[in-house]
């Protein structure tokens, strides 16, 4: 399977704490997206980081990407109790073929 | 209009039914797709059209039947399901199959019960 592995599966935290989730991936990638799911929902699109790049920010967002351990990270910073919600990344690889990882459910707490 | 729309929000059918799930999107997006998502679980990709043709098709069982009738359109015709079967359907669209920075978006799903 080319599915991404995320972790942790869960993280609680506290309102206005960082929440940092990773995922590793197994082959070569063209861009890697991280997507948002409120429970029961579609997905929405928060940030894509092409294989050429390191980092990239997005408001109270921050995506790392190393290539060379196949792996990334979202960290949000000053988390509210609205970002509760479970986060997948995606690995997209030639043909626009997109892998979803396991997925980090996360919880923040007023 | 960046949404994409999905009817019905909830469906429950028995195993001999015979249902269709609807999706729509008007952002002049070629690539349309479903995945299947059980609970707790990442979306799974079942079927992908780009142009209106059959582009993927992820070994789908035949009692799920795509149908893309025009560039807006995607439909799932569902026939003789198991109560596996069950779960969150969801469809995404994006502007082009296979561009390296493309991203898609996804309706609300369909709830899928098969009793």
């Known amino acids: 399977s080319q599915q991404g592995e995320e972790d942790p599966q869960a993280l609680s935290i506290q309102e206005g704490e960082n929440a940092t989730m990773n995922c590793s991936y197994k082959?070569?990638?063209?861009?890697l997206q991280w997507y948002r799911q409120n429970s029961g929902r579609g997905l929405v699109h928060l940030i894509l980081?092409?294989?050429?790049?390191r980092e990239k920010h997005s408001g109270r967002l921050r995506v790392t990407l190393d290539t060379s351990k196949k792996s990334s990270s979202l960290l949000i910073t000053a988390s509210r109790a609205a970002d509760t919600a479970s986060y997948f990344c995606?690995?997209?690889?030639?043909?626009?073929?997109?892998?979803f990882g396991t997925g980090t459910s996360l919880t923040v707490i007023p | 209009d960046t949404e994409v729309t999905q009817t019905p929000k909830h469906l429950v059918m028995g195993m001999t039914n015979k249902k269709s799930l609807k999706c729509e999107q008007h952002?002049?997006?070629?690539?349309m797709y479903w995945y299947k998502q059980k609970a707790k679980k990442p979306p799974e990709l079942m079927f992908v059209?780009?142009?209106?043709?059959?582009?993927i098709n992820e070994s789908v069982p035949s009692r799920f039947s795509p149908e893309c009738p025009n560039s807006s359109l995607l439909n799932l015709h569902l026939h003789a399901l198991q109560p596996e079967d069950s779960a969150l359907y969801l469809c995404?669209?994006?502007?082009?199959?296979?561009?390296?920075?493309?991203?898609?978006?996804f309706g609300p799903g369909t709830r899928l019960t098969v009793l």
């Open positions: 995404a669209s994006s502007l082009v199959q296979g561009w390296d920075t493309d991203t898609q978006y």
């Open positions: 952002m002049g997006h070629r690539a």
């Open positions: 995606a690995t997209v690889v030639t043909g626009n073929q997109f892998y």
């Open positions: 059209y780009s142009y209106e043709k059959l582009s």
């Open positions: 082959t070569s990638i063209n861009n």
């Open positions: 980081i092409r294989s050429n790049e």
